[in-house]
């Protein structure tokens, strides 16, 4: 018999009062969730295009310098789904996700913007959160190593460089 397990998301919200865009991830990966922090994956570039397309050359190495450059930088990041199944890190598998409550973050933080990295985090914030929360997603290309082929692409670059636009914008 196979029994199916919820898994339930293990990290906050890292965000501030001054955080102006939300960038949300489906579900932790695996290997996100044995590291204990965000695109946890050495494989995953979601740490290395960020300084990229704000025009800051740092090397974020640690969960410390990972949070301290999001909040300087006015950048919420979490992810849509508070708990799901799902096999691995493949999102096509995910069954029964239930939405996280995005509502401290909308009252106590000055959001404007919501990207979302992936088909699937699009998908499912634009199902199960964005009438409740009031604005549509902005979909980015996924950092993952399962998208590594499309990485270099001019397309990947100019739509993550919507996130530094968008800060410029409000």
């Given at each position: 018999m196979n029994k199916k397990t919820i898994l339930t998301h293990p990290f906050e919200c890292i965000f501030d009062k001054h955080s102006k865009v939300l960038i949300l991830g489906s579900f932790p990966s695996p290997k996100s969730r044995q590291n204990g922090f965000y695109y946890g994956h050495s494989a995953n570039i979601?740490?290395?295009?960020?300084p990229l397309i704000i025009g800051k050359?740092?090397?974020?190495?640690?969960?410390?310098?990972?949070?301290?450059?999001l909040l300087r930088n006015h950048i919420a990041v979490w992810d849509v789904l508070h708990s799901c199944e799902i096999k691995g890190a493949d999102d096509s598998t995910i069954r029964n996700p239930i939405p996280n409550d995005f509502s401290d973050i909308f009252e106590r933080a000055q959001i404007k913007a919501v990207f979302t990295t992936g088909k699937k985090a699009t998908t499912l914030f634009e199902k199960l959160c964005a009438e409740k929360v009031g604005l549509n997603p902005i979909y980015l290309p996924s950092t993952s190593p399962a998208n590594v082929r499309l990485h270099k692409s001019a397309d990947f670059l100019e739509r993550w460089k919507l996130v530094a636009t968008a800060l410029k914008d409000i």
């Open positions: 979601f740490w290395k295009i960020l050359n740092e090397q974020l190495s640690d969960e410390k310098s990972k949070k301290t450059f």
